[in-house]
């Protein structure tokens, strides 16, 4: 099993920043990528951004130069640095991950963690 504890979400104003965390856990798996996804109300949940235990990461044409995604490998924990945000980026975001071991793999989601940007 993976245990997945975000942090980090909350209340900001246009233009300001946050930074979320996910800190995974697991004895049995591989964590070969990290990934924060998003749901708004009323929408589809979207990939956000993504990055692989190699560190490559990939992200929604929207969050381009405004969010970062990183990770530390030694700690199983991801990050993403949210800068001018906009109220389009309100939603709920999810940490997810994809592992893989001897016993098989798959993904795994965290509880969700509420971004809300307003004035």
């Known amino acids: 099993q993976v245990q997945l504890v975000e942090s980090g979400g909350g209340l900001v104003q246009p233009g300001g920043s946050l930074r979320l965390s996910c800190a995974a856990s697991t004895t049995l798996f591989s964590i070969y990528v990290m990934g924060w996804y998003r749901q708004a109300p009323g929408k589809q949940r979207e990939l956000v951004a993504a990055i692989t235990s190699g560190g490559s990461p990939n992200y929604l044409d929207s969050v381009k130069g405004r969010f970062t995604i990183s990770r530390d490998n030694a700690k199983n924990t991801v990050y993403l640095q949210m800068n001018s945000l906009k109220p389009e980026d309100t939603a709920v975001y999810y940490c997810?991950?994809?592992?893989?071991?001897?016993?098989?793999?798959?993904?795994?989601w965290g509880q969700g963690t509420q971004v809300t940007v307003s004035s």
């Open positions: 997810n991950v994809g592992v893989v071991g001897a016993v098989g793999g798959g993904t795994y």
